[in-house]
C-alpha cells in the first residue's frame, strides 16, 4: 500500500512536469503520442483502471479513437462508438464526469458485466465537445476519489493539448489557403517550418523543411 501510494504521487508529479513537456512538443510529435504518454503516466499511477482511452470527435460526428492503453489482452471497452451509442453518448449528454457500475446497458463496448466500473469525462466545454476520456476496471467496484483526481489532471492536460493542436491546424489551413507569401522560419539558425504553396511556387520550388534561410 506504502509503494503504491508512493507511485501514485510519483504518476501526479508526472503529469505536472508532462504539461511543460506537452508544451515544448507540440511542434514536433503528433497528438495521438501525445495523449499515449499521458494515459500510460495515468495507468502507471492506477490502483484500479485496467484501460483508458480518449476519443475525439470527427467531423461525421463520431467518436474515433485517438489513443488507447490496456492492461487486458482483447479489452474490448476500446472500439470505436457513435456519438449516440453507450456510455460515451452518456457522459456527452451530462457534459460532466460520469461513473457507472454493475449491470449498466451504458457500458463501454456495449456489454454489460464486462466490466465492473467505468468512468468518463467530457473533454470540452458547453460551447464545444472535443471528445471523451473514459477508464475502466474489471475488478474494482468504484474508483477512489484520489484516482478521479489524477485522471481529472490527466484529462485536462489532454484538452489543453487537443485544443492548442486544433488551433495549430486552424491556422495551418488558413495559412495554405492564403494568396500572399508565407513562410515561417525560427531560431537563431532561422531554420524553416513553414512555407504556404504560394511561397514554395514563387519563391523556394526546392527548398525543404528544417534548412536554413541563409542555406
Known sequence: LVLRTRERDEAERRVVAFERITAAALGSQDLSALLHELLTIFLEGSDAADSAAIYLCDAEEQLRLATAITRRPGDESVTPVQLGEGFAAAVVTTRRPLEVAGTDP??????PGSVRVAYGIPLGDSAELLGVAQIVSSHAASFTEREKRLFNAVTERA???????????????????????????????????????????LVHPEGSLGASATD
Do not use: C, M, Y
Not at 106 to 111: I, S
Not at 173 to 179: I, N
Open 159 to 201: 484538452r489543453w493539448a487537443i485544443t492548442k493542436h486544433n488551433e495549430r491546424a486552424r491556422l495551418r489551413s488558413v495559412l495554405e489557403a492564403a494568396p500572399a507569401l508565407i513562410a515561417i522560419f525560427r531560431g537563431q539558425q532561422q531554420r524553416s517550418e513553414f512555407f504556404n504553396p504560394t511561397f514554395r511556387s
Open 106 to 111: 451504458r457500458f463501454p463496448g456495449g456489454k
